[in-house]
T-cell receptor, first 115, second 112 residues
Framework: AQKVTQAQTEISVVEKEDVTLDCVYETRDTTYYLFWYKQPPSGELVFLIRRNSFDEQNEISGRYSWNFQKSTSSFNFTITASQVVDSAVYFCALSEVTYGNKLVFGAGTILRVKS | NAGVTQTPKFRILKIGQSMTLQCTQDMNHNYMYWYRQDPGMGLKLIYYSVGAGITDKGEVPNGYNVSRSTTEDFPLRLELAAPSQTSVYFC???????????FGSGTRLTVV
């Protein structure tokens, strides 16, 4: 079974639009961690955020915000007022104790921001 | 501070050839990982190590081998290259489990 599902394969927006990237996860652990990574066209993977299962508080960092909802097993990522530099592949990932705390990645969402 | 360094950046192999992908980190991290990235598939874990002398298989280990003789180095060996191993390979490290990983810049491997 897919542990991390990113149903949106590709999203295209125009600059300054808000965009939300969805992430749904599956786990039976009570303690787990969720992550978002960004992969710009240059190819490197950049760590954005880590959230543990006991902290459902939403987080905001500049134009980025994350909404963690255990009730729906979702950890969605919103970019406000998108910019061309936000164009990248975004990966959601899960780490759980029963899998030795190793990261399991979703398939990724390609975000294209047009000027 | 170089972080995680991978070499080479690009390589073309013929079927049946072997090669080693190098990975070195200078952050004194105990945990190191090898992932492969295929289009539309996300990243799949090949092998990982929790410290020098300790390695274990990930989700897709077939066709690969690793060693971890030092904390800094975690090379990935392909013994008999096959077209199915055409991929982008990423090495990563972290200081503690469940912390964010630091990734290398990747190795793009093509097997023809």
């Amino acid at each position: 079974a897919q542990k991390v599902t990113q149903a949106q394969t590709e999203i295209s927006v125009v600059e300054k639009e808000d965009v939300t990237l969805d992430c749904v996860y599956e786990t039976r652990d009570t303690t787990y961690y969720l992550f978002w990574y960004k992969q710009p066209p240059s190819g490197e993977l950049v760590f954005l955020i880590r959230r543990n299962s006991f902290d459902e508080q939403n987080e905001i960092s500049g134009r980025y915000s994350w909404n963690f909802q255990k009730s729906t097993s979702s950890f969605n990522f919103t970019i406000t007022a998108s910019q061309v530099v936000d164009s990248a592949v975004y990966f959601c990932a899960l780490s759980e104790v029963t899998y030795g705390n190793k990261l399991v990645f979703g398939a990724g969402t390609i975000l294209r921001v047009k000027s | 501070n170089a972080g995680v360094t991978q070499t080479p950046k690009f390589r073309i192999l013929k079927i049946g050839q072997s090669m080693t992908l190098q990975c070195t980190q200078d952050m004194n991290h105990n945990y190191m990982y090898w992932y492969r990235q295929d289009p539309g598939m996300g990243l799949k874990l090949i092998y990982y190590s929790v410290g020098a002398g300790i390695t274990d298989k990930g989700e897709v280990p077939n066709g690969y081998n690793v060693s971890r003789s030092t904390t800094e180095d975690f090379p990935l060996r392909l013994e008999l290259a096959a077209p199915s191993q055409t991929s982008v390979y990423f090495c990563a490290s972290t200081q503690q489990e469940n912390y964010g990983y630091t990734f290398g810049s990747g190795t793009r491997l093509t097997v023809v």
